[in-house]
């Protein structure tokens, strides 16, 4: 196929007068979308439940996004069964011909980009410069994994021994059950099931119970392109229902699940034990984080601040990748930490609608009285410094940036709180620093802003983390530029975007002939 060398889909600039108004009217379209009802889809079936999940605005929590259809196991068994059967025709198409499907996906995102910033606007309460960064990311994968498809298609080169030929190459797997969290509602979940269909899998679908709207609209956008049905079932549902069923099933092959350590753990947990099914399943979990930003004393401090700012604080901290420590060097403690806070109290939260708006809610109620929980723990262990305010839930579950002064072990900077909240904590060297960095169960993304050329060497390999970024934000990694995925327990390090990535869904093969 000839197909322009990949390149990552551009942003787009709301200060502008002309896309700030394609904006508003991508919002007024999406508002008059409101409040619909979505069925699953299994094959060809569109069907409705007796129980529905009710999505709503996380601004505005009386505004209803939209109803889905809640899956249940029986319904989750419809979906394996069609899975099952339609493997067997879609595991023998060529790579070519899922690629183009993935890249007319990716078309249509392209053209309906402001209205999906719309939805994710309304649905996740991202401002839209997070949410075109988001949507750009799903565009992103489906070009870059079909590419890499095309890359794989015919396996990889090994030696051959004389008069013999020996292939190396790769075959589907099976069922894939792809199971995604709220926080980038079209980007994982699109990354996730595409990775899965473009190598040859079909997919159960199951989208997280806060954002089942957007999935409902990105099953929508995979049928225009041309997906055949049964494909891909959309099987919105909760997790706690028939999650267990979905993983244990013995027709299920692997599963790709995004989302929290204990949702992982507990899916790994159940994935492995034996149920009938000839195979061992894979699992590739992506999961929390707690991620560090280590500022050394020769650092660049006015850059530092800023990116501690604005890698904490991004959707409202809710990104796996998002900086809820800071660990600075005592030399510098005080001038980064001023710098910080003057930043932090400048942002301005409120509607993610309204122009000017750095960020908005937290994602649901549970998520509201976790973090209002961590806030409590949190002035309990260490020093409020800023922030610390909630409003009242219903009229929008908004927590203000906050940031605490704590100790290293205190509990606000060893779990994983995912909302506006940075824990400061001073180190007395840049080697403390690092261990301290280091020193939670997670290893997902870390910082370091430092001028010292044997400091970021040490860092280099010390830091424990799976993606490691010296002198900038520690966040929104790239397709094919910053392959993603964590250490310890923040999961598989399945390396999201890159080129590792692909293979971990196929079955790489060996045949031999001699002639
Ligand atoms: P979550 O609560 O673990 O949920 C993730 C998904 O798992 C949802 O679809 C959820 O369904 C489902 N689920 C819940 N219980 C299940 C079960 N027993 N079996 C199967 N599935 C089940 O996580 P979240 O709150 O949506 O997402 C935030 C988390 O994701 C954070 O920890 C963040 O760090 C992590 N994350 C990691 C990465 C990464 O690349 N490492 C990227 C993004 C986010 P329901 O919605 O119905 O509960």
Redesign the pocket.
Known sequence: MGLLPYKNEPYLDFTDEEVRRGLDDAFKQVEGDLGKSYPLRIGESRIDTDGEIVSVNPSKPSQVIGRTASATEREADMALSTATKTFEGWSRTTAEYRARIMLRAAGIMRRRKLELIGWEVYESGKVPSEAVAHVAEAIDFLEYYSREMLRLKDGVPVYSLPGEESRYFYQPMGVGVV??????PLA?LTGMSSAAMVTGNTVVL?????TSVIAAIYADIMAEAGLPEGVMSYLP????EM??Y??SDPRTRFVS????????L??NE?AAKPNGQPWIKKVLA????KDAMVVDDDADLDSAARDIVLSAYGYGG????AASRAILHEKVYDTVLEKVVEQTNNLNQGQPTEPGIDLGPV?NHD?FEKVSGYLETGKGEGELITGGDTTDPESGYFVSPTILGVNPRATVAQE?I?GPVLSVIKANSFENALEIANDTPYG?TGGVYSRNREHLEIARHEYQAGNVYFNRTITGSLVGVQP???FGM??TDSK?GGPDYLPQHMLPRTVVERF
Request: charged share 15%.
């Open positions: 199971i995604a969290p709220w926080n980038f994982i199951k989208p997280s119970e806060s549902g909760y997790g706690s999650g267990d979905l993983v699940f995004t989302g929290s350590m204990n949702t992982g507990r899916i159940l992506e999961m929390g984080g809710q990104k796996c990748s994602i998520q994983e995912f997902l993603f995925g964590g923040s999961g999201a």
